[in-house]
């Protein structure tokens, strides 16, 4: 029995040295985890932002493990701008080296930053852009490169090509306020037809920027056209008369895309004394999805009775390359009537052929007033209760002198005489002038059979 208790004492007194040895180890830890108060490696501060940047560009860095404020610097190719709490604007210079600098509650860090140089290249989209996209034989248009950064000097330019298209009239020149970044020069095109290409030579980027050189930098410019379209001046709609609030549609179609000198495709509408209209002068508009086709709506506004006359100045239609237009056919000029006078004098019949068997065959003859003028109608059941009120309760109707077959019964007519300008005679209360066939007669009324066409 004291054997074994013996035994216990020395164990337990190995325990207490295994318990001392892992309370120190925690001690230990724990002071080294707590010396700085924050979570972080190496007692360094990081810093994050781009390692990476162009010349001459400003960029923001923020100190993200850090609290409370932060104290900033900046050696080698590079200025510190403003500062708020954690971060900080930094502007670089010239190609190179930078370092940014953070320190705050304890605790340092640095990010080393290169500067890389830009290529020498035209931009992606915007790199060349012209005043006209298109020349003729001695027309001159300019032509506008930007670069991706600062050129050393401006670049020239060799043509290229299989045909005599052109000459370059005056060399490439900084844009003002470019900052060397843009250039234009003055192109005139010569004989021939196709497009203009060119070679940039001495394309070498600004020191600052890395002085790059770019070997081969080819770029299309302008196409050389000097094929005169064919265009043609039409009524597009065919209308030749019309009334007070009527409208013509006035086109020019060409075999390419057209515009117009100084932007004004001219058209004059003339009246005559008897139209009691006022001349006018209009513009057309490019069609917004054909530059070959250009047009103007214009709605009358006389209220006599005459004509006015659409010509076209042909000399503000040219192409792209200021070419003038062929015209085909040969004319310039429409005459249009203007007609605000409703025909009213008008005549309507309504037969059965013979003979009496099937199929029964109705003709309805009509006798306009007016050369032109259409006589509308529609054929009804004589009982029916619907009275048309209006010419487009007419639509989709009768019209004119037809042959149709019906079945045996009774019938009546309505009818209305619309002349080419879309006048039709109105009673005294402004409503349609309507007539009825046959016509009522003595006491009849409307649904008596008696005022009716029997179709036997």
Request: proline share 3%; hydrophobic share 40%; glycine share 10%.
């Amino acid at each position: 029995m004291i054997k074994l208790r013996q035994m216990r004492g020395r164990l337990s007194g190995l325990s207490k040295v295994i318990l001392s040895s892992a309370l120190l180890l925690f001690i230990t830890v724990a002071c080294e985890d707590d010396e700085s108060g924050q979570n972080n490696v190496g007692d360094v501060l990081y810093i994050d932002g781009p390692s990476g940047v162009t010349p001459m560009s400003t960029q923001t860095f923020t100190a993200s493990e850090a609290g409370g404020s932060v104290s900033w610097s900046v050696t080698g190719n590079a200025t510190l701008g403003a500062t708020d709490g954690l971060t900080a604007e930094v502007t670089f210079g010239a190609v190179g080296t930078a370092t940014v600098n953070a320190s705050g509650n304890g605790l340092e860090g640095a990010r080393a930053i290169t500067i890389n140089g830009v290529e020498a290249a035209l931009l992606e989209e915007g790199g060349v852009a012209f005043s006209n996209a298109s020349v003729n034989n001695g027309g001159s248009e300019t032509v506008t490169l930007t670069f991706a950064g600062p050129l050393a000097s401006a670049p020239t330019l060799a043509f290229e090509g299989d045909f005599t298209a052109g000459t370059i009239t005056s060399n490439f020149a900084e844009v003002s306020g470019s900052g060397m970044t843009q250039f234009i020069a003055t192109i005139t095109g010569g004989t021939g037809n196709g497009q203009l290409q060119g070679r940039m030579l001495n394309v070498t980027a600004a020191a600052d920027y890395g002085g790059g050189v770019t070997d081969t930098l080819r770029v299309d410019l302008h196409a050389v056209d000097n094929v005169k379209p064919l265009a043609k001046f039409e009524n597009a709609d065919g209308v030749t008369v019309v009334n007070k609030g009527g409208s013509v549609k006035f086109m020019v179609s060409a075999s390419e895309a057209i515009r117009a000198v100084k932007d004004s495709m001219k058209l004059a509408l003339d009246y005559d004394a008897g139209s009691a209209g006022a001349d006018t002068l209009l513009l057309l508009s490019q069609s917004e999805d054909d530059a070959s086709v250009w047009y103007t709506t214009w709605t009358n506004t006389a209220d006599g009775d005459g004509s006015f006359t659409a010509t076209l100045d042909q000399s503000t239609v040219i192409d792209i390359a200021s070419n003038d237009a062929l015209w085909d056919p040969a004319t310039s000029m429409f005459n249009v009537a203007v007609d605000n006078t409703a025909p009213t004098a008008f005549t309507l019949t309504a037969t059965e052929n013979d003979p009496v068997d099937e199929p029964r065959v109705v003709d309805v003859v009509t006798v306009a007033e007016e050369v032109g003028s259409t006589v509308h109608w529609i054929w009804l059941p004589y009982n029916s209760q619907f009275t048309p009120e209006s010419p487009a309760d007419f639509d989709g109707e009768g019209a004119g002198t037809t042959k149709f077959v019906a079945s045996a019964g009774n019938y009546k007519l309505f009818y209305l005489e619309v002349d080419a300008a879309g006048n039709y005679d109105v009673n005294e209360d402004g409503t349609a002038a309507i007539k009825r066939f046959p016509v009522l007669t003595g006491e009849q009324e409307e649904g008596d059979k008696d005022a009716s066409i029997e179709i036997k």
